[in-house]
């Protein structure tokens, strides 16, 4: 008896192993179209949603011209959607308030692919999560965590979960009430996260590699650098080539060129209140620009190159770069 019901439940046991294998280990995604020629534009805000104050309003007037003039095909949001406390549910007015009433300019009414951060998390996740604000406002796609084809093949843009990383929110929450369902237990969690992650990078046949997070991994900014990102994730970012880590978190505009890595470090995070001022030292060989005032983010790209601009509140070009791959160096 005991024998035949060990044999019985090897075979299930093999199949729970090749599910986990199979299935864990695959990001949601998504797909957008490059334009007839090709080339693709886009626009990345962080730390927006204060119902217009804080400049956030005009910020949000300056993306539209600018969207307008490049003929943007979507927008990124790097994360803190709502402050201070995420969103009560999805009924909650703020989402009037902080988004659809606020981004209105034709240019914005695009798809936005969004993702969560730590003030968020202080809020009712899931209703940041649910298809309920895509039917209210059809540009709002916000998932944990995702993969967007971009062109198809022009960029891949990994979207990733970064506030379940930062042990702080665990250990000492203060007087804030995070909401984990979905995330506990946290060490399968970020494992499993991390080998999607790394999973979706090795197998990515695009050009250009982008990874979007809230959290900062190189940055001079009031947060500075986010340690549990430095030990986890950068290292699968610099083994699989990632060209562009974008986040906010920090509410500045930034552009740090690290000397380990070819990674372009960017923060978009001026979409509302910024930290006048808060800025610590760093290396001024790998600092290439910083702002402590509010704005914005585009990136341009087409297969052989990528050119992204900041813009301040008044829509003034603060810095730009650009960067070249040969073609004939594809995979
Ligand atoms: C709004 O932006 C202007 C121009 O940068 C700045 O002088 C002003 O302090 C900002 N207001 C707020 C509330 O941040
Ligand atoms: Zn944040």
Redesign the pocket.
Known sequence: MVVSSQEATLPKLLLLGLLFVCCLAELPRFEHAAKPDGSLSFLVVGDWGRKG???QS?VALQMGIIGEKLDVDFVISTGDNFYDDGLTGVTDPAFHQSFSDIYTARSLQKQWYIVLGNHDYRGDVEAQLSSTLSDIDSRWLCLRSFILNAGPETAEIFFVDTTPFVTKYFTHPKDHVYDWRGVLPREKYLKNLLLEVESGLRESRAKWKIVVGHHTIKSAGHHGNTDELNMLLLPILQAYNVDFYINGHDHCLEHISSTESPIQFLTSGGGS??WKNDIKPWNPQEMKFYYD??GFMSVEMTQADVGIRFY???GNELHKFSTTKHLSSAI
């Open positions: 104050s804080y400049n005009q209140k910024a005032g509010q301040d509140v008044l």
